[in-house]
């Protein structure tokens, strides 16, 4: 079967890092079942072995061994594996799903302009399956990989646009699509977190009346803009805690806090436990900024 053949190549090529020599794929091996966070980006998850449920606002998305997780925007999402063990490890593939490839299929793929969510998941159809398998085929074969790797990427991008996910790929390649205008406030509050936020200004980002704005950006995200930059903040400041032990309050500011308090307890809420015992425990366990997949 061909989701046996992806399991074993995954399991032998996949590396700490998440990374291989193809491009826009990696592949991930996870025996731990604790809670993670983390932003996601735009890519096509598919699940070897293992099960992982996820979260994004109040949605709850669970996917298995054989189904795959589409994503369309970069959003922030907590989740654990399950069914897995250090012996039966989960493994998984993540292929990126780049607007620049997406987009001269569409002259060809059926018009579906509906909107859709940023995440979707699903069984992995047969033709799928075996255009996935081809391409991780060629970590074995790495003198074909410049050459056939982009057309079996360009394959795997196909069968999703005419696949059941088709109008939430589609998104990803249009320039003026709800999912691409809001994609601008996203990338905005993404590298601007710590700044204060108007939503009539991200409205005007996006090139929305704000109305219209709030109704796409739930839509996409199943949370607020605001919603969306406090977990954006909680996520970077667990990264820059973990790198920098012994300073909660001035890390707190750094990613917009003018209250300590403020700040430690969204931070227990999102993560269980105080800032400086989460970062300790974090550093102790190795695990942090170990690559999974969504």
Known sequence: MALDEIRDLVARHARPDGTTAITGLRLSSVDSTDEHHSLTAPQLVLL????????????????????????????????????????????????????????????????????????????????????????????????????????????????????????????????????????????????????????????RLAGMSESAFHRHFRAVTTMSPIQYRKLIRLQEARALLVARPGDVAGIGHLVGYDSPTQFSREYRELFGAPPGQDAARLRADGSFGVMQLP
Not at 167 to 196: C, F, H, K, M, T
């Open 48 to 203: 070897a072995q293992g099960g992982k449920r996820l979260l994004l606002g109040e949605e709850v998305f669970e996917y298995r061994a054989g189904d795959c997780l589409v994503v369309s925007a970069e959003v922030p999402v907590s989740g654990h594996f399950f069914g897995i063990s250090r012996q039966r490890p989960a493994l998984g593939l993540g292929l990126e799903l780049r607007p620049t490839v997406i987009a001269p299929l569409l002259l060809a793929a059926p018009a579906d302009r509906r909107s859709a969510p940023a995440m979707a998941t699903g069984k992995a159809e047969p033709e799928l399956l075996d255009a996935v398998l081809r391409l991780v085929r060629l970590l074995d074969q790495p003198g074909d990989v410049k050459v056939l790797a982009p057309l079996y990427e360009q394959e795997i991008l196909w069968r999703l646009l005419t696949g059941p996910h088709g109008a939430l790929v589609r998104q990803i390649g249009l320039a003026d699509s709800g999912l691409s205008l809001v994609g601008r406030a996203i990338s905005w509050i993404r590298d601007n977190y710590a700044e204060p936020i108007r939503v009539a200004d991200l409205a």
